[in-house]
């Protein structure tokens, strides 16, 4: 399946917001750390990270886990990690 950003951004809101009902994607700045905006303590963060793995197939390693700050870092990493996988479309 291909995503473009904002199909992206869409899902990834819908995760958190899982998450952290009370959030509304409107007051997300996407390139202020997220974890800030919206008070997720750590296991908060790693159900939001269990998320997009599930929903994306995209596997997250621990290693990657301080790259993803941002929303922007957030969808950055999955479009390029969308992109290696197999069937993935340019």
Known sequence: MTYDRPALSKAALSILRGIAPEVQ???ITPGKPLRNQVD???M???NFLI???EHFGVNIP????ARLITLDNVLDYLQARLAEMPGASA
């Open 25 to 27: 994607p409107g007051d």
């Open 40 to 42: 997720l303590d750590s």
């Open 44 to 46: 908060d963060w790693l």
């Open 51 to 53: 998320g997009l793995h």
């Open 62 to 65: 621990e290693a990657d886990y």
